[in-house]
């Protein structure tokens, strides 16, 4: 039987995937690291079936591994009987609390059979949920900036931990950032703040993240001509054919194939894209 590490996303009880679903409707115990998670949990399966764990708010390390200790000891003969979840909000593999419960039954209980589903990760909620897009190609990093904390240095970061939103915002101004800030995003427990004035979120809510971008970034998106070049909305900006990668370019025949054979290209959107060429190709001809 199985340990599962199942992610929530970042809160409304429909952001769940499917598979995260099925898994905590079927598991025999479902435990949760805290009260947000278990609120979540509860949406899906009944409070007979939540296993509480006990963690102390603290961090010190000594006590901390003797939590995750007590814990993996509660949570492997269950494993070992059945199937089990246990909860986390977002995706379990980022800056997660099931990253010490998966090292410490690795460590003690290694017999456990253990599988993860993944979640929605703050990550990738907050682009949507703050309108932001992180175009094809950017960088972009994972910073925390608990206690007032201002990380510099990469071009574009989402900063976790944000509880001094006044304080990270000094220093990410002064050091030429436009910052953003996103609290309980997709959440139904708490209000929803997108804001850029720190003010407005001066209040500690763990569950706040920035997202900040240099300033002085160039982004110009091929499409962004769209807004000055065409504003007739004619058809003159476009040719007959459809826009095409690799600069509006037609690739050759031996190029094509090449792509085909290139590993990562077969499946999802360029595999599209490949289909959409050839469709084109069929109906004027090769070039
Ligand atoms: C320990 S990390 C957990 C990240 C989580 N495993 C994930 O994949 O989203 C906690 C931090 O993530 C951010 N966070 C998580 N969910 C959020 C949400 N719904 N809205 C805003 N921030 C969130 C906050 O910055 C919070 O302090």
Known sequence: MTLYGVG??????????????????????VYSPGRLSRSVALEHVDEDKIGD?????????????????????????????GDVAFVTLGDPNVYSTFGHLRRTIDAFHPDVDLEIVPGVSAVTAFATAM??????????????????????????MILFKVTDAPATHEGLVDAGYDVTYGRRLFMEQGETIVTDDPAEIDERDY????????????????????GTDDESGSDDATTDSEPIADGGRELTTEELAALERAE????????????????????GGDR
């Open 264 to 283: 990562g290209y077969e499946n999802g959107d360029y595999g599209l894209e490949l289909e959409d060429r050839r469709e084109r190709r069929r109906r």
């Open 131 to 156: 309108g932001i897009e992180i175009e094809a190609g950017a960088g972009l990093a994972l910073r925390e900036a608990a206690s007032g904390a201002s990380p510099t240095g990469p071009d574009r």
């Open 207 to 226: 569950y706040t993240l920035a997202y900040a971008e240099k300033g002085d970034l160039e982004v110009e998106p091929a499409t962004a001509a769209f």
């Open 8 to 29: 929530l996303g970042p809160g409304e009880a429909d952001l769940v995937t499917v598979r995260g679903k099925t898994v905590l409707e079927t598991a025999d115990v």
């Open 53 to 81: 764990l006990d963690f102390p708010m603290t961090k010190d390390e000594d006590k901390l591994r003797r939590a995750w200790k007590a814990a993996a000891a509660e949570v492997a003969p269950e494993a070992k009987d």
